[in-house]
């Protein structure tokens, strides 16, 4: 949109290097890339295998019986962490690559704009992904319609929304900071971090948040709302005064509301099948949260490589010529040699697939130590890691056309991709989880 390619002409030029304005980018290892994504995906793995078990047992719990429709809200929320927090760790990251955050000062004001921002957007995403859950389950049941139960589960989103941007923003924004200070690529370290902590600090927030709402009825779910009805303008008020948020604030809607929307699909189809197969609960975040991120990771690589080399709106020349829609162009470092920038993004690619089989089978692991292993059979690995690994492969091949499609457009990618990226590994995960589970219980 023109707000956003405003806001990256404005940073362009009062960043400008010399030499045209470019960047020349070097050449960086696949051992480069290995040795710093490696620590912090195994790391946001577990956290998943944890927001796994916490599902696992909170479907159990009396709240979510009683309003079963909190299990189509549980995507879209888990999904804020690619909507909002790794969109901020992605768009700091460029910021802090660019020199935006080497002073205090610098990273205290972009720090907070930012988390006003997303303040703003977990609030709105949150009361409309309540919505959108209602409007799916009951409009199949109307006679489920209740308003108290309209209103403790948009109070539950709304809160788990805010809080859970809120803690991780805070987290992400010291997180860049520190690598930056230490010369690791944020880009590298910050989105598998905001993976880690996501889904566990969201699905144990809606857990407890709709418990103690549920418990204590309309009057405080009604007052909670009214309050975020008085503090919301406050935090828009502040994102609006920062030349680096404003456009995101009045332009950068599209993505986040479309990702929850699709997010939401995956929610109906976990809402369906965990009925049939509660096994699919433990398992369900895991499969989402590896694949969102991992593409994260490679989104934020292809945003800030673009960012360090050419203006929004213009893609640079040795990419022109090259045909995004090919595998070949997402995948192999040969066919990419005539420039480094793709070599490298090809380099990031692979090692990120290569990720996939032996980070599942650790967290595979994990989940057999705590809850046995009598699903995790030889034919259900099988089966589970094709699935993972063929909805990565899409997402790295999708995250390369749509972050250079983005980028021509003069769409900024740092404000876009992730959370479609993300999204449709939401809707991708579990539907290949679903049909895992169904070819299974066909064939066991």
């Given at each position: 949109?023109?707000?956003?390619?405003t806001?990256?002409?404005?940073?362009?030029?009062?960043?400008?290097?010399?030499?045209?304005?470019?960047?020349?980018?070097?050449?960086?290892?696949?051992?480069?890339?290995?040795?710093?994504?490696?620590?912090?995906?195994?790391?946001?793995?577990?956290?998943?295998?944890?927001?796994?078990?916490?599902?696992?047992?909170?479907?159990?719990?009396?709240?979510?019986?009683?309003?079963?429709?909190?299990?189509?809200?549980?995507?879209?929320l888990?999904?804020?962490?690619?909507n909002?927090?790794?969109t901020l760790?992605?768009?700091?990251?460029?910021?802090?690559?660019?020199?935006?955050?080497?002073?205090?000062?610098q990273?205290?004001?972009?720090?907070?704009?930012?988390?006003a921002?997303?303040?703003?957007?977990?609030?709105?995403?949150?009361?409309?992904?309540?919505?959108?859950?209602?409007?799916?389950?009951w409009?199949?049941?109307?006679?489920?319609?209740?308003?108290?139960?309209?209103?403790?589960?948009?109070?539950?989103?709304?809160?788990?929304?805010?809080?859970?941007?809120?803690?991780?923003?805070?987290?992400?924004?010291?997180?860049?900071a520190?690598?930056r200070?230490?010369?690791?690529?944020?880009?590298?370290?910050?989105?598998?971090?905001?993976?880690a902590?996501?889904?566990?600090?969201?699905?144990?927030?809606?857990?407890?948040?709709?418990?103690?709402?549920?418990?204590?009825?309309?009057?405080?779910?009604t007052?909670?709302?009214?309050?975020?009805?008085?503090?919301?303008?406050?935090?828009?008020?502040?994102?609006?005064?920062?030349?680096?948020?404003?456009d995101?604030?009045?332009n950068?809607?599209?993505?986040?509301l479309?990702?929850?929307?699709?997010?939401?699909?995956g929610?109906?189809?976990?809402?369906?099948?965990?009925?049939?197969?509660?096994?699919?609960?433990?398992?369900?975040?895991?499969?989402?949260?590896?694949?969102?991120?991992?593409?994260?990771?490679?989104?934020?690589?292809?945003?800030?490589?673009?960012?360090?080399?050419?203006?929004?709106?213009?893609?640079?020349?040795?990419?022109?010529?090259?045909?995004?829609?090919?595998?070949?162009?997402?995948?192999?470092?040969?066919?990419?040699?005539?420039?480094?920038?793709m070599?490298?993004?090809?380099?990031?690619?692979?090692?990120l697939?290569?990720?996939?089989?032996?980070?599942?089978?650790?967290?595979?692991?994990?989940i057999?130590?705590?809850?046995?292993?009598?699903?995790?059979?030889?034919?259900?690995?099988?089966?589970?890691?094709?699935?993972?690994?063929?909805?990565?492969?899409?997402?790295?091949?999708?995250?390369?056309?749509?972050?250079?499609?983005?980028?021509?457009?003069?769409?900024?990618?740092?404000?876009?991709?992730?959370?479609?990226?993300?999204?449709?590994g939401?809707?991708?995960?579990?539907?290949?989880?679903?049909?895992?589970?169904?070819?299974?219980?066909?064939?066991?």
């Amino acid at each position: 949109t023109e707000g956003e390619k405003t806001e990256r002409e404005e940073m362009v030029l009062t960043k400008r290097l010399v030499g045209g304005g470019k960047e020349e980018e070097n050449a960086e290892s696949w051992k480069s890339v290995l040795v710093q994504v490696t620590p912090p995906y195994l790391c946001a793995g577990l956290g998943m295998v944890g927001a796994g078990l916490v599902l696992d047992s909170v479907q159990y719990w009396p709240v979510f019986l009683t309003l079963p429709e909190l299990f189509i809200m549980v995507p879209a929320l888990i999904g804020l962490k690619g909507n909002l927090e790794m969109t901020l760790a992605s768009r700091l990251s460029t910021h802090a690559n660019l020199g935006d955050l080497d002073t205090l000062e610098q990273t205290v004001v972009m720090g907070s704009a930012n988390l006003a921002l997303i303040q703003v957007q977990g609030v709105v995403v949150g009361a409309l992904a309540s919505v959108i859950a209602m409007l799916m389950a009951w409009m199949g049941d109307p006679d489920r319609v209740d308003l108290t139960r309209g209103l403790v589960m948009c109070a539950s989103s709304v809160v788990t929304a805010s809080a859970a941007s809120f803690i991780l923003g805070i987290i992400m924004v010291i997180v860049i900071a520190i690598s930056r200070r230490y010369s690791v690529n944020p880009d590298n370290v910050a989105t598998p971090i905001a993976a880690a902590l996501g889904d566990l600090v969201t699905l144990s927030l809606l857990a407890f948040v709709a418990t103690f709402l549920n418990n204590s009825g309309a009057f405080l779910a009604t007052s909670i709302l009214a309050g975020y009805f008085i503090i919301t303008p406050f935090c828009f008020d502040k994102a609006k005064k920062n030349v680096h948020t404003r456009d995101i604030l009045y332009n950068g809607w599209t993505p986040v509301l479309s990702a929850m929307v699709i997010s939401s699909m995956g929610g109906k189809i976990l809402n369906n099948v965990i009925i049939k197969f509660p096994d699919i609960a433990v398992f369900q975040p895991v499969i989402n949260g590896v694949a969102g991120n991992l593409v994260g990771i490679q989104a934020s690589r292809l945003s800030t490589g673009l960012h360090k080399t050419s203006r929004l709106g213009k893609l640079p020349e040795d990419i022109t010529t090259c045909s995004l829609i090919n595998p070949l162009s997402t995948f192999s470092v040969p066919c990419c040699s005539f420039s480094t920038m793709m070599s490298n993004n090809a380099t990031a690619a692979v090692v990120l697939l290569f990720l996939v089989v032996p980070g599942h089978l650790v967290f595979n692991l994990a989940i057999g130590l705590s809850q046995g292993f009598e699903v995790i059979t030889a034919f259900f690995l099988v089966l589970y890691l094709l699935a993972a690994v063929l909805q990565v492969g899409s997402l790295l091949h999708m995250a390369n056309i749509m972050v250079h499609s983005m980028w021509s457009r003069g769409v900024n990618p740092d404000n876009s991709a992730i959370p479609y990226l993300t999204a449709m590994g939401d809707l991708l995960g579990g539907a290949f989880l679903a049909a895992v589970f169904q070819i299974i219980d066909w064939t066991g």
